[in-house]
C-alpha cells in the first residue's frame, strides 16, 4: 500500500432505511457518490416492497432489500433486518421517512450509529403532522432536526438542525416544502459528520470537533425599526 492509499480513511458503510418516496435517501445517494464521501450507501431497505423511493437505489447500482414489517412479529421482522445489515457490513444506519418504530433492543445495539431525520425543530413536535401543528402553534421558526435514534420516539441528541421562517400566509404544502429543501441539506451534512468521527455523543449531547458554528441571530418578522 503506498503511503497516500494508506493515509485514506476508509469509507464507512451506511444503509438507509425507508419506507415511502425516499427523497432523503436520494439526496443522501448524490453527496454519498462525490468522490470524496465519508460514508457509502451500503444498502437501502424499505418495510414496503411498493416504496417509490427503491427507483434511487436502483438507480444507482445500490443493493436494495425489501423486509416487509406485515409477515411476522416485530422480533421476526427486526431480526430480519439485522441479518440484511450484517450481510452488507454496514456499520451506519439512517432512517429516511422509516415509518416503523424500532424495539429499545435494536436501538442499544446500534446505539450512536442509528440516524434520524424529523421534520421539525425538536424537541418541539415530536410525532405526525408537524407542519400542521406548527402552523397552528403560530411559531415564526420551523425546520428539521437529525439525531441520533434513542427508545422513545422521535428523541436523542441532536447533531445537525436547520431552520426555515414560517411565512403569515403559509399553508402546510408550502412550508412541507421549504422544510424538505432543509432536510436534504441538513441530513448528508449530519451523516458526514458521523462517518468522519467529528461528532460523538457526551452527556447526551452531540459535540462536533471543527465545525463552525452559526453565527446569525434570526429573527422573523424583519425588525422595521431602521
Ligand atoms: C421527511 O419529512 C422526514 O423528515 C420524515 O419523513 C419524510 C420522508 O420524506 N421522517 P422522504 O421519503 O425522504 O421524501
Redo the contacts with the bound molecule.
Keep these: 500500500m503506498s503511503e497516500a492509499s494508506g493515509r485514506l480513511r476508509a469509507r464507512r458503510r451506511a444503509a438507509v432505511l ?10 443522501l445517494i448524490e453527496r454519498c457518490a462525490a468522490p470524496a464521501a465519508s460514508a457509502e450507501i451500503g444498502l437501502v431497505i424499505s418495510n414496503q416492497p411498493q416504496a417509490p ?1 427503491l427507483q434511487h437505489p436502483r438507480a444507482a447500482g445500490i443493493p436494495c432489500a425489501v423486509v416487509d414489517h406485515r409477515l411476522g412479529s416485530r422480533a421476526k421482522f427486526e431480526q430480519s433486518l439485522s441479518s440484511v445489515l450484517q450481510a452488507h457490513e454496514i456499520d451506519l444506519v439512517c ?5 416503523r418504530v424500532l424495539s429499545a433492543d435494536f436501538v442499544l445495539r446500534w446505539r450512536d450509529r442509528l440516524l ?4 421539525s425543530l425538536l424537541p418541539a413536535f415530536p410525532g405526525l403532522d408537524t407542519h400542521r401543528r406548527a402552523l397552528a402553534a403560530g411559531v415564526r421558526w420551523h425546520g ?1 432536526t437529525v439525531h441520533f435514534v434513542r427508545a422513545e420516539v422521535d428523541a436523542g441528541p441532536i447533531i445537525v438542525q436547520g431552520i426555515v421562517p414560517v411565512r403569515p400566509d403559509d399553508t402546510e404544502e408550502h412550508l ?1 416544502a421549504r ?2 429543501a432543509a ?1 436534504h441539506r441538513c441530513y448528508p451534512l449530519a451523516l458526514d459528520l458521523v462517518a468522519t468521527g467529528r461528532a460523538r455523543v457526551e452527556d447526551e449531547r452531540v459535540v462536533i470537533d471543527g465545525a463552525a458554528p452559526a453565527d446569525q441571530v434570526l429573527i422573523n418578522p424583519l425588525a422595521n425599526d431602521s
Design positions: 425507508i419506507s415511502g418516496r425516499g427523497s432523503n435517501l436520494r439526496a423511493g432512517l429516511a421517512g422509516f415509518m434520524n431525520i424529523h421534520p428539521c412541507a422544510v424538505l432536510e
